[in-house]
């Protein structure tokens, strides 16, 4: 039996808006465990990303108990969730929220710019490793605004891989992407998921639900459904199926 | 704390934005400038005016006469300025123990003239004792005597200017015969160079001759302009005014608290003090305006780093997303509130220095760079860039993550 990393016991989330209260989450109970690569799919307002910030220990329940790493989240305090996400968490975004006229390599380094036991030599070679590991090791010193998108990606992916954490949180990793740059990094997903990491990507494209382990689908804030992929689709052989590109 | 990354983090952010920075400093660098120069001029101005007094002699005493008119009062009627007399100096001289010198002095500006070159100038009467009093030196030549004052002897001792105005052939003036209000007088010395004074003055355009020539023969009258003193010491100073104002009071018949003084008697001393509260009160006010402007610096600081947290809301929930906590995000904003005002107090310095010697060397006024203001300056900026970054950075440490991360 593998480890549990996240575990979500009856997780409810209410918003107070004026007079009317809106249940986000109405009670969601789920676990994950190490190396599964889940995706997380629901239709808008279904609370996919009041789910994930939960997850991401941005937030915490009203209800219910989440654990991360077998850690009680719900009674933290903010000071402690930040360090919780510091070690446990790595965040990839849809508009990849890089730190604007600053390289890569610095990019990466920024979640261990926040733990002082990592010295600034031991810094710079993880960011070299986690850039080399996404394939952006001939690209260290390129500015944020002198790359692509798909390679703007890959700093993202980079710099949530540097602080070795339990579980990646991508949110609509591959919304802004083309269809041949989203299937790139699919297939640098891919990679990490034979590796062994834990990923969860929310996303509304149910086509990337093949591509990962299992699938859980939100509707109103509860679990409609929560499938193992017993067919797990290789996404570089999608990607060598795409058209070539036209010169 | 990793205070090493927070400093290279904010130091990034100011070195991504190096033209608002260094607008942000502007006002900092203006308000530093404007507080070093400032007082460096006054102090400078309040050194100059203190040697110069310490050269006139710093344990120096003057009899005026009349009642003291830095009170107000009414005004007196001429016959009030003609109380000293020479038998007060005589008697001054024999009993007053607490003094080094003494001399009366009665003065006559008028021109002067040797062949065909005359200048303007001013005859001093005075007795010997009034060069250790002016700490005044005979460079060549002599003083007049005890025997010339006795006789009244048309002899004088003149100051660099005269001589240099007269004798512009380059002949010896000692021995030479000038007329001063068309009066012969015969030159025994040339007195040492004293220069300017802080007021523009020139300190050796004057001519010395015995008080009972400068009496009898140019002025005709029986009264003193005043009397000079020196104290035995400067500490001596209190002392000699005391025992000068009880022999005076003797000497003039005055009642015991019925009578006031018709006299006044001022030290060099009190002199000095009262210069330099005037020059204090000029620093105070022109402190007091750069300070204004180190305030509306702070305050400009403290706009730029709204508008700075507000524009980098995103890159705040990015932060906070990958591990930092509130105050490691008040501390990135803090330093960099910190280190733009005091890189530009730094700057501030440097023009301020440069500021101050310009003044020095254009306007050629005396100036005195002070290591405390420059100290001040420092202290002031640290804590401007604490004051006035606080409520940004702040404000930015309480940014929720999920707003932030969410804000365009
Ligand atoms: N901060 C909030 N305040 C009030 N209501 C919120 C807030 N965040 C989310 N909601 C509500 O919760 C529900 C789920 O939202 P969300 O998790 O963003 O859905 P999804 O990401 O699946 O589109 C929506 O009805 C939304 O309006
Ligand atoms: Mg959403």
């Known amino acids: 039996m593998k480890k549990t990393v996240i575990e979500l016991q009856n997780v409810k989330r209410d918003f107070v808006v004026g007079e009317e209260v809106v249940h986000a989450l109405r009670g969601v109970s789920f676990k994950i465990h190490e190396g599964e690569f889940v995706t997380i799919m629901g239709t808008s307002g279904s609370g996919k990303s009041t789910l994930l910030n939960q997850l991401g220990c941005l937030d915490t329940p009203t209800s219910g108990e989440y654990l991360l790493d077998g850690i009680p989240v719900r009674k933290m305090k903010r000071r402690e969730r930040a360090v919780l996400r510091n070690r446990k968490i790595g965040f990839v975004f849809q508009n990849y929220n890089l730190l604007a006229k600053t390289t890569a390599v610095e990019n990466v380094e920024l979640p261990l710019m926040y733990n002082s036991s990592v010295s600034a030599r031991e810094r710079r070679e993880r960011a070299i490793k986690a850039l080399e590991a996404v394939g952006l090791g001939n690209r260290l010193m390129h500015l944020s605004n002198q790359m692509s998108g798909g390679q703007m990606q890959r700093v993202a992916i980079a710099r949530a891989l540097v602080n070795d954490p339990a579980v990646i949180l991508a949110d609509e990793a591959t919304g802004n992407l083309d269809t041949r740059t989203s299937f790139e990094i699919l297939v640098l997903f891919q990679e990490l998921f034979a590796q062994g990491r834990t990923i969860i990507f929310v996303t509304h494209n149910p086509e990337i639900a093949q591509y990962s382990s299992r699938n859980i689908v939100l509707r109103d804030g509860l679990v409609k459904e929560d499938v193992q992929n017993t067919n797990i689709l290789s996404a570089a052989e999608a990607l060598a199926a795409l058209p070539p590109i036209e010169e | ?408």
């Open chain 2, 1 to 408: 704390m990793h205070l090493t990354n927070l400093f290279k983090i904010a130091l990034r952010a100011i070195n991504t934005n190096k033209l608002r920075s260094f607008l942000t400093m502007l006002g900092i660098i203006i308000g530093v400038a404007a507080v070093i120069a400032m007082i460096a001029i006054g102090e400078g101005s309040k050194q100059s005016i203190q040697s110069n007094i310490a050269s006139m002699g710093s344990n120096m005493i003057s009899i005026h006469p009349g009642a003291d008119r830095r009170a107000g009062g009414v005004r007196q009627d001429a016959s009030a300025m003609e109380t000293l007399k020479l038998k007060d100096y005589e008697l001054l001289k024999a009993e007053a123990k607490f003094i080094k010198a003494i001399s009366p002095t009665v003065s006559s500006s008028g021109q002067c003239i040797f062949g065909n070159n005359n200048t303007p100038s001013s005859m001093y009467g005075v007795s010997i004792g009034y060069l250790d009093i002016r700490q005044l030196k005979v460079e060549e030549g002599d003083m007049f005597t005890e025997e010339d004052i006795r006789t009244s002897a048309k002899v004088c001792v003149i100051g660099k200017t005269v001589a240099d105005n007269l004798f512009t052939k380059g002949e010896d003036p000692v021995g030479r015969v000038i007329r001063f209000k068309s009066i012969p007088f015969r030159v025994v010395g040339v007195l040492k160079s004293k220069g300017y004074n802080t007021f523009g003055m020139d300190q050796d355009n004057l001519i010395l001759a015995p008080y009972t020539t400068v009496m009898k023969r140019i002025m005709a009258i029986t009264y003193l302009n005043n009397i000079s003193v020196s104290a035995l010491t400067e500490e001596h100073t209190e002392q000699a005014i005391e025992e000068l104002t009880t022999l005076l009071r003797q000497s003039h018949k005055l009642r015991e608290g019925i009578d006031e003084d018709n006299f006044n008697i001022h030290s060099q001393k009190e002199m000095m003090e009262m210069m330099n509260s005037t020059a204090d009160v000029m620093t105070t006010l022109l402190l007091c305006v750069a300070c204004i402007s180190l305030i509306v610096g702070g305050i400009g600081i403290m706009n730029i780093m709204y508008v700075s947290v507000t524009e980098r809301t995103k890159e705040i929930g990015l932060r906070m997303s990958v591990g930092a906590r509130g105050i490691d995000i008040l501390a990135q904003f803090l330093i960099e509130a910190i280190l733009l005002s005091i890189t530009g107090g730094i700057i501030g310095v440097v023009v301020g220095c440069l500021i101050s010697n310009a003044v020095e060397s254009i306007a050629q006024w005396p100036v005195s760079i002070q290591p405390w203001s420059i100290m001040l300056s420092f202290a002031v900026c640290t804590f401007t860039g604490i004051f006035f970054g606080w409520y940004p950075a702040k404000k930015a440490a309480n940014l929720d993550p999920i707003e932030a991360l969410r804000y365009e």
